[in-house]
């Protein structure tokens, strides 16, 4: 009998330590959601994706959550996921990856719902736009490119990852404004994310591009892309460019990325998901990230995130308007 009870114990003493969640380990943790969807309005490739994928990397890494899957749903300028996400009411464990791009294609005509009906998380980071050129391009600075356009505001090709109304194209309308040139004539084409822009500047389909740096980083630093100017508040500190309002132009664009949830949340789900995010932006393995993706940190949660929702929109569906960008009715 005292053997049996004897090696009881020591079975016991094996099988406790392995009830603990360990990081890799794939089980759920002790709070937040024991699985979750990261839902992104956009094809494979793009910003949006990029940022998912690297939001799914340090939640498993750090032992946060530990089953995440990235799933892709374009359409609609983006807006496609949005509609899913407020389809999705009271569904937990899902969040849809979103950003300025997201916010601002909410106000064409064809979208049909709005960031406002969802269940804010988090503002994770932001990012300036560069404007970029091939290495052979002959506008060899920010200088020759403004002269270029303005001698022929038609003629130049613009290329960006974004639709209309995105960060790349609204940045290039923004761009154009500053610079007397009228939006309505200006020639934009949109790619579908960095692979593709970056296929245009090297085949001379575009004679320049806007994009998120960290998005053709790897072509920047490899010297198949060159960066003109970036439209942040200090310049490039890894390639030298200039900001557009040291080469006189007084704009600055900042795009921010971010994450909602599903209207109708009961409270635990919501509490449950702030605390992910909250352990997700406190975790060593998204420091990295951040550093890794030259990200600026940019975290806002819950209510403050809300309150700025709320101000983005009405300051994104002003400029749209004033450009022309959209015939819905805000």
Partial sequence: MR??????????????????????????PTRGPGQLRIMVPTPPGGGFDQTARTVKAALEESGTVGDVTVFNLPGVSG???????????????????????????????????????????????????????????????????????????????????????????MVTMLLAEELGIDPKVVDYRAYDGGGQVQAALLGHEVDFAAAGPSEQHAAIESGQLRVLAVTSAEPDPETGAPTLTEAGIPLRFLNWRGLLAPPGLSESDREELLWMVAELHGSDEWRAELERNRWTDAYLEGEGFAVFLAEEEERVGAALNRLGLTEKDD
Avoid at 3 to 28: D, E, H, I, K, Y
Avoid at 95 to 124: D, F, K, Y
Avoid at 141 to 164: F, Q
């Fill in 3 to 28: 053997g049996t009870n004897r090696r009881a114990v020591l079975a016991a003493g094996f099988v406790l330590p392995l009830a603990a969640c360990l990081p890799l380990s794939g089980c759920a």
């Fill in 79 to 169: 807006t496609a996921a949005l509609a899913r996400l407020v389809y999705e009411r009271g569904t937990p464990g899902l969040v849809l990856q979103m950003g300025l791009g997201v916010l601002a294609n909410s106000h064409i005509e064809s979208a049909s719902h709005s960031v406002s009906e969802t269940t804010p998380l988090a503002r994770l980071i932001e990012e300036p736009e560069a404007l970029l050129v091939p290495p052979d391009s002959p506008l060899e600075t920010i200088d020759d490119l403004v002269a270029a356009w303005r001698a022929d505001p038609s003629g130049m090709v613009i290329g960006g990852g974004s639709t209309p109304a995105g960060p790349d194209h």
